[in-house]
């Protein structure tokens, strides 16, 4: 079964806070790992992926954790700002060979920052 | 990076008629997909839109309930048949530049359908 469950659901955090959600997945053939953040009322838009061959990425204040043995993969938002509040989807993917290479979304965390 | 834009951005349709949704992307791209998202849910994909070919489904859907075309490398259109209150909903086009792995995948902004 391809499943990426995604938790918290909803998180609220202080303007100024740590803001994580974790993700863990079954399927050991998934190679690529995005997050995706959404905004009401848009699409979902790409905030920072990881490849299982690093445990670590960090792209200015999001940083994603990734544990291979435990399948479990995780985004921090440091220093969380009012800005960030959106709904945040894990993904994973694997390579195919000339095909479509979807993505398995997980449920989404809805994250709130209070000012 | 790709610009999808999708139209209608919201309908409300009735019981039993179909609507079809347009996807215009800004450049040509390899592969385009049709996500369906319920409020306050997660992305399913629905199916693969290939170029002058049948679309490529997932389990749970079908070309009569969601028929798909793609005529060329920008532009795709799904269609909601025979339409009930279940197919309420927000319907996402996407779409992945080149060929390498993974590559990013773009979305539109949705397209809300409300069913009465």
């Known amino acids: 079964q391809q499943q990426v469950k995604q938790s918290p659901q909803s998180l609220i955090v202080q303007k100024g806070g740590i803001s994580i959600i974790n993700c863990a997945y079954e399927?050991?053939?998934?190679?690529?790992f995005p997050w995706y953040q959404q905004f009401p009322g848009k699409g979902p838009a790409l905030l920072i992926a990881?490849?299982?061959?690093?445990s670590e990425k960090k792209e200015g204040r999001f940083t994603i954790s990734f544990n291979k043995s435990a399948k479990q993969f995780s985004l921090h938002i440091m220093d969380s700002q009012p800005g960030d509040s959106a709904t945040y989807f894990c993904?994973?993917?694997?390579?195919?060979?000339?095909?479509?290479?979807?993505?398995?979304f997980g449920s989404g965390t809805q994250l709130t920052v209070l000012p | 990076s790709a610009v999808i834009s999708q139209k209608p951005s919201r309908d409300i349709c009735q019981r039993g008629t179909s609507l079809t949704i347009q996807c215009q992307v800004d450049?040509?791209?390899?592969?385009m997909f049709w996500y369906r998202q319920q409020p306050g849910q997660s992305l399913t994909l629905i199916a693969t839109?290939?170029?002058?070919?049948?679309?490529?489904?997932e389990s749970g859907f079908v070309i009569d309930k969601f028929p798909i075309s793609r005529p060329n490398l920008t532009f795709s259109t799904l269609t909601v048949s025979n339409m009930s209150p279940e197919d309420s909903s927000i319907y996402l086009c996407?779409?992945?530049?080149?060929?390498?792995?993974?590559?990013?995948?773009?979305f539109g902004e949705g397209s809300r359908l409300t069913v009465l």
């Open positions: 996407s779409a992945r530049e080149g060929t390498g792995y993974p590559g990013e995948l773009f």
């Open positions: 399927n050991t053939a998934f190679d690529y």
């Open positions: 990881i490849r299982p061959d690093v």
């Open positions: 993904a994973a993917s694997k390579s195919y060979s000339g095909s479509a290479r979807q993505l398995t």
């Open positions: 450049s040509q791209v390899t592969m």
């Open positions: 839109a290939n170029q002058g070919s049948e679309a490529t489904y």
